[in-house]
């Protein structure tokens, strides 16, 4: 089995449109939610969301290439060229660093083209058939985020689009992780990208009594606090560039940390809400560690040797929480990681929910998410859980409140948790040479 690290890491987020910009607000506690611009919430339960912010398409392709594509896949472009050119991976030009049949993408998105499927819903009822665009399809199918940046990059090798909903992104993580680590690539653009601010989304996750209806953009993404009522939608994109070890050191990477393991398990219990006994996400965050060399409360699944693994004290692990601020998810995942971890242990850890500021990004999330942990590995800085107030004795592990705090933290996990019961957790290590 081969090693594996990111090389390269992009962000187009509701707190900034590129990796600094995005690291620098998380640690600042900036709140990226505001109410709603995009359409008229006059007839709306819910007027706030995550959007992102001065984000134009032109600074990233042509004016056609623009009008032929989806917000959702902009987003992904956008993140993508700044992944790879973090990265310095190339697959074309006069001095390509890699085959081009060895890069692949694996970049997925929750709903796809929703800003498209509204726009073209619109026009057949105003006006019939004969007015749907004739991009409409290649415009709103989730896989063309992949497709697009693949085109862009000429990465011919392993393409997947997953779609896992709130864990699609991760789960493209963990499995480009994979393909890498048995061979199958030696490099690939990974991550999610999504844009569902628009009306039908809204009202769906609404209706669907997901999202919070308490309209105060500075208490209404408030994870692991007791007040919280519900998720805020949020949008943007995460890529990260990741590749094997021997590869990226023979060409001089840049190695930001290492990916060591990968947890994807289904509670198989409910289409929205998780099991209530936790045990699908417990088994995921070990699976991740056992890949990773460390021992959690509860044996992962074969094929991990459970004797071979060594033990790490809680405070050496940043835990990046799922923490979607909906009643049921805080209090579920918190039992959760107490499972995987032991009690003891996950009263140690340093836990966040960058939700709090970027709000629920969907089928970007895990992909933000990772970025997230991979930077507070690198530079021992945990991100806060902004606008936390009030303890919830069923959320009582520390979810650095409020304020950044420095780390020297070895263990990285990241976890998402989505509908359909999807569990996923990324894990990743300090890299120290």
């Given at each position: 089995m081969k090693r594996v690290v990111v090389t390269g890491l992009g962000a187009v987020s509701p707190v900034g449109n590129s990796v600094p910009a995005f690291w620098d607000s998380l640690l600042a506690g900036k709140n990226g939610i505001g109410f709603i611009t995009k359409f008229d919430t006059t007839d709306y339960k819910v007027k706030i969301a995550a959007e992102v912010k001065d984000f134009n398409p032109l600074d990233f392709m042509d004016k056609g290439e623009s009008r032929r594509e989806d917000a959702f896949s902009q987003y992904a472009i956008a993140a993508a060229l700044e992944a790879v050119a973090d990265s310095g991976i190339s697959a074309s030009g006069e001095t390509p660093n890699v085959d081009p049949e060895r890069l692949g993408v694996y970049v997925g998105s929750g709903t796809g083209g929703m800003t498209t499927f509204m726009d073209e819903a619109k026009k057949i009822i105003a006006s019939g058939p004969r007015k749907t665009s004739p991009f409409f399809i290649p415009m709103m199918i989730g896989n063309m985020a992949a497709g697009?940046?693949?085109?862009?990059?000429?990465?011919?090798?392993?393409?997947?689009?997953?779609?896992?909903?709130?864990?699609?992104?991760?789960?493209?993580?963990?499995?480009?992780?994979?393909?890498?680590?048995?061979?199958?690539?030696?490099?690939?653009?990974?991550?999610?990208?999504?844009?569902?601010?628009?009306?039908?989304?809204?009202?769906?996750?609404?209706?669907?009594?997901?999202?919070?209806?308490?309209?105060?953009?500075?208490?209404?993404?408030?994870?692991?606090?007791?007040?919280?009522?519900?998720?805020?939608?949020?949008?943007?994109?995460?890529?990260?560039?990741?590749?094997?070890?021997?590869?990226?050191?023979?060409?001089?990477?840049?190695?930001?940390?290492?990916?060591?393991?990968?947890?994807?398990?289904?509670?198989?219990?409910?289409?929205?809400?998780?099991?209530?006994?936790?045990?699908?996400?417990?088994?995921?965050?070990c699976q991740a560690m056992a890949e990773s060399g460390f021992a959690a409360a509860r044996p992962a699944e074969a094929p991990f040797n459970e004797n071979a693994l060594t033990e790490i004290d809680g405070s050496s692990i940043y835990l990046n929480a799922h923490g979607t601020s909906t009643p049921m998810n805080d209090k579920t995942e918190t039992l959760a990681i107490k499972t995987a971890l032991g009690e003891e242990k996950a009263r140690k850890i340093h836990m966040s929910s960058t939700k709090s500021m970027t709000g629920h990004m969907l089928g970007a999330a895990g992909a933000i998410e990772a970025i997230a942990t991979v930077l507070a590995l690198r530079d021992g800085k945990i991100p806060p859980t902004i606008g936390y107030a009030e303890p919830d004795p069923e959320c009582d592990l520390d979810c650095t409140p409020n304020k950044s705090v420095d780390a020297d933290v070895k263990l990285g996990l990241s976890v998402s948790l989505g509908f359909g019961g999807h569990n996923g957790c990324l894990a990743f290590k300090k890299y120290e040479g």
């Open positions: 697009n940046i693949a085109i862009r990059f000429n990465a011919q090798g392993p393409s997947l689009p997953v779609v896992t909903a709130c864990a699609t992104s991760t789960n493209a993580v963990g499995e480009a992780f994979r393909a890498i680590r048995y061979g199958f690539a030696d490099a690939i653009i990974a991550g999610g990208s999504e844009a569902t601010v628009v009306e039908l989304a809204v009202a769906g996750f609404t209706n669907c009594m997901a999202l919070t209806t308490r309209n105060e953009p500075e208490a209404c993404s408030v994870p692991f606090d007791k007040r919280r009522d519900g998720f805020v939608m949020g949008e943007g994109a995460g890529i990260l560039v990741l590749e094997e070890y021997e590869h990226a050191v023979k060409r001089g990477a840049k190695i930001y940390a290492e990916v060591t393991g990968y947890g994807n398990t289904c509670d198989a219990h409910h289409v929205t809400a998780p099991r209530p006994d936790a045990l699908g996400g417990a088994r995921a965050i």
